[in-house]
C-alpha cells in the first residue's frame, strides 16, 4: 500500500509513468482477452455475467460509498424544488446511480445512460423491484432515477445541451479509449455539452495524470481542470478528475 501511496504522489509531481488502466479479472480474462472495450457487444457479455448472490450491482475500481464524501459538497446545492440534475454515463450495473438515489440527503434527479441493454435492463429491474427484491426507495422524497439505453458519444436524441449539473464517468472514458482518443475525445464533447454553465464533470479513473490531465486540458475548450487522488481501495490509487466552469 505504501508503494502504491509513493507511486501516485510521484506521478502527482510530475514523473511520467506508463499508462495503468486496470480493469477486474473478468474483463481481461478468458475468452473475452484482447476484446475491444468500445464494442458494445463486449459489454453485453460482461453485463450478462452472474454476480456474487446478493450483490445486485457489479462496480468497476469502486462504488458509491467510496466517493459519497467527494460528491456531497457538490450536491448542497440542490433544493427540494429543483433536484439536482445528474448524469452517470455509461452506468453498466455500478452502485453509483443507485447510491445517489437512496442515500443522498440531498435531492437528485439521476439520469443513468449505457449503451448496453442488458446493463439497462437489469438495473431498471433493480430500480423496480421483483422477484424477492424490493424497489429501490428515495433517500429524499424529491429525488429520482432513471435509466436509459443511450450512447454516450452521441446524447443529442437524450439530452439538450446545459441540462445537467454534474455529469458522473466512472470509467467510461477508459473503455472508450481502448477503441482509440478520438472516441474518448468525443464522450468529452458530448459530457461538456450537456454540463450546465456552473457544472461539473467528474471522471473517475485509475490513469496516471500524466496522461488524462493533457488530454483534458485540451478538449476542455478553457474549463478549470484538476485531479484529487482517492483511495487507496483494497490497495489501488485512484484519481478524480474534475472539470468545471464554462467555456
Ligand atoms: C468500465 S465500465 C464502467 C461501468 C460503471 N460506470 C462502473 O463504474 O461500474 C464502462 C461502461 O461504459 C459503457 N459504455 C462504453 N461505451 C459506451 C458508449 N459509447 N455509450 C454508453 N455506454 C458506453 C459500457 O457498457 C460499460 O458499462
Known amino acids: 500500500m505504501a508503494a502504491l501511496v509513493a507511486r501516485a504522489r510521484r506521478v502527482l509531481a510530475g514523473r511520467r509513468l506508463k499508462r495503468s488502466t486496470r480493469y477486474p479479472p473478468t474483463a481481461s480474462t478468458g475468452s473475452l482477452a484482447g476484446s475491444c472495450l468500445a464494442d458494445r457487444r463486449l459489454w453485453d457479455q460482461l453485463h450478462t455475467r452472474p454476480r456474487l448472490a446478493g450483490v ?8 458509491y460509498e467510496e466517493i459519497q464524501e467527494l460528491l456531497f459538497p457538490l450536491l448542497q446545492k440542490a433544493r427540494a424544488t429543483a433536484p439536482l440534475r445528474v448524469l452517470d454515463v455509461g452506468c ?30 437489469h438495473m431498471n429491474g433493480l430500480l423496480e423491484g421483483g422477484q424477492d427484491q424490493a424497489p429501490l426507495c428515495p433517500g429524499h422524497p424529491a ?3 432513471c435509466f436509459m439505453q443511450a450512447d454516450a458519444q452521441n446524447m443529442v436524441p ?9 455529469v458522473l464517468d466512472k470509467g467510461t472514458w477508459d473503455a ?11 464522450l ?8 450546465s454553465p456552473e457544472g461539473t464533470l467528474i471522471q473517475f479513473s485509475d490513469e496516471d495524470p500524466d496522461v488524462r490531465l493533457p488530454c483534458l486540458e485540451q478538449r476542455s475548450c478553457g474549463r478549470t481542470v484538476t485531479v484529487q487522488e482517492l483511495g487507496p481501495f483494497k490497495g489501488i490509487t485512484y484519481f478524480a478528475y474534475l472539470v468545471k466552469g464554462s467555456c
Open 176 to 186: 472508450v479509449a481502448r477503441g482509440g482518443l478520438p472516441g474518448a475525445y468525443q
Open 92 to 121: 453498466g450495473t455500478s452502485s453509483l446511480s443507485a447510491g445517489l438515489y437512496t442515500k443522498s440527503p440531498y435531492p437528485v434527479d439521476v439520469l443513468g445512460i449505457d449503451f448496453s441493454p442488458v446493463a439497462i435492463a
Open 158 to 166: 437524450i439530452a439538450p445541451s446545459g441540462s445537467f449539473h454534474l
Open 188 to 195: 468529452l464533447s458530448e459530457c461538456l455539452r450537456v454540463l
Open 143 to 145: 429525488s429520482c432515477l
Open 56 to 63: 445486485p450491482t457489479f462496480d468497476w475500481f469502486f462504488g
